[in-house]
């Protein structure tokens, strides 16, 4: 991919501990050591890494190992508030971080950041309730205007066809 379309847009996600879909590895510290050593090789706009397991099953310290072995630009994910991400950045443990859920609760997450006002708590019963409500509604066959009504909460940059729903 690196070479199709060139390592400055090639951006790369790692969740060397998430356990989702039965996922496991026996020594996950070694696992993104050895990764983030060998990506150097490509240059990549970014490596990403999540760095806790959604389910609280793998434990380990993953990001001070992939500081440590990854040389290019670091972006940090998984339960950061924008206080700890900005002192993570400060004190250089990493050079960006995402934020996911926070986003989904707040659209406007980056102006509510800035202003340092209150943040709605993310909502895990609604993360995928638009696209729910569609396949429930072609299969008790509703009217083409609520599909259309609801497809509007459907983020424009999500990977959805519609029409396959
Ligand atoms: C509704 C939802 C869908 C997600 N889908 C994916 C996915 O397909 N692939 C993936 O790697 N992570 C996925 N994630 C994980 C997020 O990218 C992110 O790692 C996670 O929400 C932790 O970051 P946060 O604490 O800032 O929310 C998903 C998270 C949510 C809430």
Same mark, same amino acid.
């Given at each position: 991919m690196?070479?199709?379309i060139?390592?400055?847009r090639?951006?790369?996600?790692?969740?060397?501990?998430?356990?989702?879909n039965?996922?496991?590895?026996?020594?996950p510290? *070694?696992l !993104?050591?050895?990764?983030?050593?060998?990506?150097? #090789? %490509?240059?990549? /706009?970014? $490596?990403?890494v999540m760095?806790?397991d959604?389910?609280?099953v793998?434990?380990?310290d993953v990001?001070?190992?992939?500081?440590?072995?990854y040389?290019?630009?670091?972006?940090?994910n998984m339960?950061?508030s924008?206080?700890e991400a900005? *002192?993570? !950045?400060?004190?250089?443990?990493?050079?960006?971080? #995402? %934020?996911?859920t /926070?986003? $989904?609760a707040?659209?406007?997450?980056?102006?509510?950041i800035?202003?340092?006002?209150?943040?709605?708590?993310?909502?895990?019963?609604?993360f995928?309730?638009?696209?729910q409500?569609?396949?429930?509604c072609?299969?008790?066959?509703?009217?083409?205007q609520?599909?259309?009504?609801?497809?509007?909460f459907?983020?424009?940059?999500?990977p959805?066809?519609?029409?396959?729903?």
């Amino acid at each position: 991919m690196t070479q199709a379309i060139g390592s400055e847009r090639v951006g790369l996600r790692l969740s060397p501990l998430n356990s989702f879909n039965s996922m496991k590895d026996s020594d996950p510290l *070694a696992l !993104i050591g050895f990764l983030a050593d060998k990506l150097n #090789a %490509f240059k990549l /706009a970014y $490596l990403h890494v999540m760095r806790a397991d959604f389910f609280g099953v793998q434990k380990a310290d993953v990001m001070p190992v992939a500081r440590e072995k990854y040389k290019g630009v670091l972006v940090g994910n998984m339960g950061y508030s924008a206080d700890e991400a900005e *002192a993570a !950045i400060a004190e250089g443990k990493l050079d960006a971080v #995402a %934020f996911g859920t /926070a986003f $989904l609760a707040n659209p406007d997450l980056p102006a509510r950041i800035r202003a340092k006002a209150p943040l709605n708590a993310p909502d895990s019963n609604t993360f995928y309730r638009a696209i729910q409500t569609i396949r429930h509604c072609r299969s008790h066959k509703s009217p083409p205007q609520k599909i259309e009504e609801t497809s509007r909460f459907i983020p424009k940059a999500l990977p959805f066809d519609l029409a396959k729903l």
